[in-house]
């Protein structure tokens, strides 16, 4: 069997010959021949000729081998010959000779590893998530290790320099979804890590190499999931660029704006930069700074600070990030995780000031990231102030019992200046929120428009309940209940004063009763 594992333009496509005939026609990059019959216990000639050749005349590569009878050979085709690869690497046939014929252990798969890659030096592919060993260790390129047998399950590879344990990659190798239980692959590194000094040539990625040949498969880089939140008040950066690594993640950024979450590789310690809007290239970035992100996680990077050294309350740009959720731990919370970008503020609680009294946030300093506090979906009256009660800058009236806020997960920043005196309207401090879709950050005191929150004037008794509720003082419009993992129990247009709970499993319900004017939430408890 031929593996065509060179990323050569030159030898993108090719034909090859066998003795005097030609047995692959127009053989490309990234493709495995059929088990091809060749003499044994002879000389056989292998040619490497450009596409459409007629003869083995102007071959690029000519290899003499002697097979032994009855054996399986796998060879594969590599170097990086033409001008503008660095490094440059003869064309070559690297065999590896009497390979497994079948697999002896049911419901495994074993796997030859060959590096393929000619711009990375030892590497080693290692498994991470089940048995965190390797498959190969200190391989170097043209390199074919023996075969490894590995149970036929789903798993996270890592490639990384075996010197410095640089990550180069995480790869899904998923034996078990891919269909190859009782089989023998072969697992390819090809491309390269460095495109732009190889003729902006392939990326570098794993791929398989069917047991019966044909194209590649293709390995899922492992992702993670970022937003990332302008809250910088340097006009300098009212609009903008992102980069991740060297490359524009995101362009024109507005001030108190968020990106979506984007996908981005997992495992590599690259650097995210910022740049004012327009910029042209990775060098006009003002701040940089490395991270590495775990596999199918989430966050969220807040820039925060200013450029400008000259400005009046200056703190240097940084990012404030954190693993976010995509949604609440519990279906009936709103969970909110605080981040705290207000220049010139000391350290910052949040305060519920009714229903009740207790804090939610306490002594938050400037870029600190408070994790997340899940919090009953309910309405409530809260304050924003100084941890040392010097100044309360704002109070707020929050519905979160609202459709879109019960179960969601939310950032919340304070944004802008305490100080009145460099503030202007748009830079006064005060608490915006970040959606998951992105776009512009809402102030919360506009989200529900309200001055004043209305609390429950209905009463549900008993509470506890087990057979039935009772709700009294209510001139309800409408009634809809709620289970905690959001399955609606009850609903109805009409006005009602007792709904039958006998049949409801114990739990804790959410009642939200609705009029014109007023939409008000309680909880009940269903205990037989």
């Known amino acids: 069997q031929l593996i065509h594992c060179s990323a050569d333009s030159g030898l993108k496509i090719v034909d090859v010959w066998i003795d005097t005939v030609k047995v692959l026609d127009d053989f490309s990059f990234k493709q495995s021949s059929h088990f091809l019959n060749v ?24 290899t003499q081998l002697i097979f032994q009878n009855n054996s399986k050979n796998i060879g594969f085709l590599n170097g990086q010959p033409s001008v503008g690869y660095s490094p440059s690497s003869p064309t070559s046939i690297a065999f590896k000779t009497n390979i497994l014929s079948e697999i002896v252990q049911p419901e495994n798969t074993a796997i030859l590893v060959y590096q393929g890659t000619s711009d990375l030096l030892t590497t080693d592919f290692k498994e991470i998530t089940l048995f965190d060993d390797f498959l190969a260790e200190g391989i170097s390129y043209n390199e074919v290790t023996n075969y490894t047998t590995l149970e036929s399950l789903n798993y996270r590879m890592q490639l990384s320099d075996s010197a410095n344990s640089e990550v180069y990659r995480l790869i899904e190798l998923k034996l078990l979804s891919l269909g190859f239980a009782d089989s023998a692959i072969t697992l390819i590194s090809a491309g390269f890590n460095v495109p732009t000094n190889n003729a902006n040539g392939p990326s570098l990625n794993l791929y398989i190499s069917p047991p019966s040949g044909g194209d590649w498969i293709p390995l899922p880089i492992s992702k993670s999931k970022i937003q990332v939140i302008n809250n ?68 969220v990077y807040v820039l925060n600070g200013l450029a400008n050294q000259n400005s009046n309350n200056f703190k240097p740009l940084s990012w404030s990030a954190f693993q976010s959720r995509s949604n609440a731990n519990l279906g009936y919370n709103t969970d909110i995780n605080l981040v705290h970008g207000a220049l010139d503020a000391g350290a910052l609680n949040i305060d519920v000031v009714s229903p009740t009294d207790f804090p939610i946030f306490s002594n938050i300093n400037y870029s600190e990231s408070s994790g997340y506090e899940e919090i009953p979906s309910a309405p409530y009256s809260f304050q924003l102030r100084a941890s040392d009660d010097s100044q309360i800058f704002r109070k707020y009236a929050v519905d979160l019992s609202l459709s879109q806020a019960i179960g969601e997960a939310q950032t919340w920043i304070i944004s802008g200046l305490a100080d009145t005196l460099f503030a202007d309207s748009n830079s006064q401090i005060g608490i915006w929120v970040a959606t998951n879709s992105g776009g512009p950050l809402k102030e919360l005191s506009t989200i529900t428009g309200m001055d004043e929150i209305a609390f429950p004037t209905f009463h549900l008794f008993p509470n506890p309940a087990s057979q039935s509720i009772q709700l009294s003082n209510s001139s309800n419009e409408s009634i809809r209940i709620l289970s905690m993992d959001g399955r609606v129990m009850m609903e109805s247009s009409r006005s009602l004063q007792q709904i039958d709970v006998s049949t409801w499993p114990n739990g804790v319900y959410i009642v939200i009763v609705e009029s014109k004017s007023s939409r008000q939430t309680q909880r009940i408890t269903v205990i037989h």
Do not use: H, W
């Open 39 to 62: 003499s044994s216990f002879s000389i056989s000639e292998i040619s490497v000729c450009p596409k459409n050749s007629l003869d083995t005349t102007n071959a690029y590569l000519r």
């Open 232 to 299: 910088s008040l340097d006009p300098i950066l009212s609009e903008s660029d992102i980069y991740l690594g060297g490359s524009l993640l995101i362009s024109d950024l507005g001030f108190r704006s968020a990106t979506s979450y984007l996908e981005i590789p997992a495992g590599l310690s690259q650097p995210l930069s910022i740049a004012a809007g327009s910029s042209q290239t990775i060098d006009d970035t003002l701040f940089s700074q490395l991270m590495t992100l775990e596999a199918n996680k989430n966050y």
